[in-house]
């Protein structure tokens, strides 16, 4: 009896990260259920939702974790990190301070993930552009210039954008599988210049050649 063809292509892990009330559920229910209400309780555990997706002629399941943005909870959520493909960076456009701490987010994502797909994300543009302030825009495009991150304004009241930064989250993802594949192939192929050269090396690079095939299989 054959086994039932997968329903999708990809699977990819995504965290939303930032400060607490910036937005990171309401940006994840307006993407995975096109919902969207005026009052959130605080998230005080990780939530997880499911949205599936056809992109370049692919069908892709996102996974999006949604996490807690109190202080207290960082440690906790940076050991979730672990084999993420990718991650939305979220601050509020009409709070400075969780621009600020962006910053940390985006450093644990570097200490801990390596290179991974990865947007920022300034949300409630609809504040903003209804009050006339403008007060993290400069900050934030120097932030995203600096660590070479897409920057986009979104409103998951209005819907505004949503759609355009997860599908730039995606393809980032697929852009960094695709180098980590070209990199992985360069070793193979450099390890078995290597064992054709050096036969005493046999054993040594043997396992090497196992070891990226492991990693271009997972």
Not at 23 to 46: C, M, V, W
Not at 50 to 79: C, M, N, P
Request: hydrophobic share 35%; with cysteine; glycine share 6%.
């Amino acid at each position: 009896m054959s086994a039932r063809p997968k329903k999708y292509d990809h699977k990819f892990k995504v965290h939303l990260l930032g400060d607490q009330a910036v937005g990171k559920t309401s940006l994840l229910l307006r993407y995975a259920e096109e919902r969207f209400y005026r009052t959130y309780d605080p998230t005080l555990n990780i939530d997880i939702k499911y949205r599936d997706v056809e992109y370049q002629g692919k069908r892709i399941r996102v996974e999006l974790w949604d996490t807690i943005g109190q202080e207290r909870f960082r440690s906790t959520i940076s050991a979730t990190l672990k084999d993420i493909d990718g991650v939305v960076l979220v601050y509020d456009v009409m709070d400075s301070e969780s621009l600020v701490s962006l910053g940390q987010w985006i450093a644990d994502v570097e200490r801990r993930c390596g290179d991974v797909g990865r947007v920022m994300v300034g949300n409630k543009v609809d504040l903003e552009e209804s009050s006339g302030d403008d007060i993290t825009a400069s900050a934030a495009c120097e932030l995203a210039v600096e660590k070479g991150i897409p920057l986009f304004k979104a409103s998951a009241k209005s819907n505004h954008n949503v759609e355009h930064v997860f599908d730039e989250l995606i393809q980032s993802i697929l852009d960094c599988k695709a180098a980590l594949g070209q990199s992985a192939s360069r070793s193979f192929e450099s390890s078995i210049v290597t064992l054709h050269e050096d036969p005493e090396n046999q054993a040594d690079v043997s396992n090497t050649v196992l070891s990226i095939l492991r990693k271009c299989l997972c």
